[in-house]
């Protein structure tokens, strides 16, 4: 009968209650950490120590927000760690697609020869040291432009890219747009672009993540500390909270309170303060590309 539901059978019904229950379960497990820093982050410190955040924030508290933004070079690297995120972003996804359509190309003489070359770099690496005197001898060390550049293409990525254009690109709007008289870049620009929003956004993801919480490159790199990112600069706060605290971010916050009794208090709490101010942009980015994340998956499975 059209409109009436068809009757489950009882093992169905079974099935999805349980599948239902372990579902809310692992997402339950993964979302809790998350929902148990921000809790904690607004808490009062001793009900930290006490183990009384679980559920709901104990005593609602801004002092671990008050004290990791008085520390002077947070802000600054902040406003570093964004621009180095969408510069490196935009450079890498430029570079990446044009890499990615090239080997999509089936005429393309040499493919293998350079394939193999990309491969190559995935499995076998200079070392730090070696890296280290080539960004010096070209000018990069101690400069903005070795954050952006250090890792502005991904191999994985780039292989993916070129999948997904030879997989979702049919070859004959090629051969239509060259009997037309399109030349490469014409077609490239003009058609392969946008038609490939989606991997575009994919690409983003990955990049902007990777970027944004790329500390070490600032803590080889960088001497000039008006240049560090931000998780260069949060990791240092975070081994003066936790390791050294005879530290000078802790003798400063003892000196403008009462004793190192209170800096340490309020050390407890700034840690996961710390976390939400790290993670924030990353988890409303994925918030907003998540749509694209399972195509994305999916074109990284196919045979390229």
């Known amino acids: 009968m059209i409109g009436k539901k068809k009757k489950l059978s009882m093992a169905n019904r079974i099935f999805h209650i349980v599948n239902t229950m372990i579902w809310i379960l692992v997402m339950f497990i993964i979302l809790y950490p998350l929902y148990l820093v921000i809790i904690a982050s607004v808490s009062d410190p001793d009900a930290i120590i006490r183990g009384e955040v679980i559920w709901h924030p104990v005593d609602f508290s801004l002092m671990g927000y008050k004290a990791v933004f008085k520390y002077g070079e947070l802000i600054h690297s902040y406003g570093n760690s964004i621009i180095y995120t969408f510069t490196s972003v935009v450079l890498s996804i430029a570079v990446t697609l044009s890499a990615a359509y090239t080997l999509s190309r089936p005429k393309f003489k040499g493919k293998g020869l350079i394939n193999f070359y990309f491969v190559f770099t995935m499995f076998f690496g200079g070392g730090l040291i070696p890296t280290f005197l080539v960004m010096r001898d070209v000018h990069l060390y101690n400069t903005p432009l070795v954050i952006i550049l250090m890792g502005c293409v991904s191999v994985w990525n780039l292989m993916v890219a070129r999948t997904y254009i030879q997989s979702s690109i049919p070859n004959e709007l090629y051969e239509a747009s060259m009997l037309d008289g399109a030349s490469h870049f014409q077609y490239f620009f003009r058609l392969v672009l946008p038609l490939s929003k989606t991997i575009i956004a994919v690409l983003a993801v990955y990049y902007g993540v990777g970027k944004w919480n790329d500390y070490f490159t600032g803590l080889v790199y960088l001497r000039d500390r008006n240049l560090l990112p931000l998780q260069t600069i949060l990791r240092e706060i975070l081994a003066t909270l936790q390791v050294d605290k005879?530290?000078?971010?802790?003798?400063?916050?003892?000196?403008?309170?009462?004793?190192?009794?209170?800096?340490?208090?309020?050390?407890?709490?700034?840690?996961?303060?710390?976390?939400?101010?790290?993670?924030?942009?990353?988890?409303?980015?994925?918030?907003?590309?998540?749509?694209?994340?399972?195509?994305?998956?999916?074109?990284?499975?196919?045979?390229?």
């Open 246 to 304: 005879s530290g000078d971010y802790m003798m400063s916050m003892a000196d403008n309170m009462e004793s190192m009794s209170e800096a340490m208090r309020v050390a407890n709490v700034a840690k996961y303060c710390i976390i939400v101010v790290a993670t924030g942009p990353v988890v409303i980015l994925y918030g907003f590309m998540q749509k694209y994340f399972e195509k994305g998956v999916m074109i990284g499975s196919l045979k390229g």
